[in-house]
């Protein structure tokens, strides 16, 4: 069976501080994708990554960055600098691969508040 | 590019009552999902649409939950009779085909659902 845990349900952190949101994940396909998701408070969604269980390159993309290691079946996701923007609930998420349906199955969440 | 939008974005009734949520994916998104997040928890998957047809209601409650997807196109998801544990969030999302692989899935702004 297919599994997310994100075991920090709240995350507090002062502006400019770094914070890493932890993602563990359990599943016996060889193929999968994991992904990262922030909703903020309108409530929407928003798709930040997707990582291919054959790419294990760790990603930058500006303030954000993420660590997959497959090793330890994690796939964390750090911000630098946190801005109060960066407050939201952040969901990590994993689907099978494609002709499993594809559909994702989300980790609880972890909601960060990021304090001016 | 339009994203996904969805309507109502409230809507309170009784128990026992009927409603229906209607959903336009983006414009060539051959999938379509229908989640419902429950509150501190992350989207669980109540149906896939590929195209018009069906890939994934497994977790859909059947004796009131139905959705369709006339034309590929739009979606309507429907509860009758409604329950107190109905009350949540009922997002809309989603993607492209091809690739080989899995696609980001867009959700949509969701409607929040409140049932007395």
């Known amino acids: 069976a297919q599994k997310v845990t994100q075991a920090q349900t709240e995350i507090s952190v002062v502006e400019k501080e770094d914070v890493t949101l932890d993602c563990v994940y359990e599943?016996?396909?060889?193929?999968?994708?994991l992904f990262w998701y922030k909703q903020p408070p309108s409530g929407e969604l928003v798709f930040l990554i997707r990582?291919?269980?054959?790419?294990?390159q760790n990603e930058i993309s500006g303030r954000y960055s993420w660590n997959f290691q497959k090793s330890t079946s994690s796939f964390n996701f750090t911000i630098t600098a946190s801005q109060v923007v960066d407050s939201a609930v952040y969901f990590c998420a994993l689907s099978g691969p494609w002709g499993s349906q594809g559909n994702l199955i989300f980790g609880k969440g972890t909601k960060l508040s990021v304090k001016p | 590019e339009a994203g996904v939008a969805q309507s109502p974005r409230y809507k309170i009734i009784e128990k026992r009552q009927s409603v229906a949520f209607w959903c336009n994916p983006i414009?060539?998104?051959?999938?379509l999902y229908w989640y419902q997040q429950i509150l501190g928890q992350g989207p669980k998957l109540l149906i896939q649409f590929q195209n018009n047809g069906v890939v994934d209601d497994s977790q859909l409650p059947k004796d009131r939950f139905s959705a369709e997807r006339l034309k590929g196109v739009d979606s309507t998801l429907k509860i009758q009779p409604a329950k107190l544990e109905d009350s949540a969030v009922y997002l809309c999302a989603s993607s492209l085909e091809g690739g080989g692989g899995v696609n980001e899935q867009f959700f949509g702004p969701g409607t929040r659902l409140t049932v007395l």
């Open positions: 599943t016996r396909d060889t193929t999968y994708y």
């Open positions: 990582r291919n269980s054959f790419d294990e």
């Open positions: 414009s060539g998104h051959a999938t």
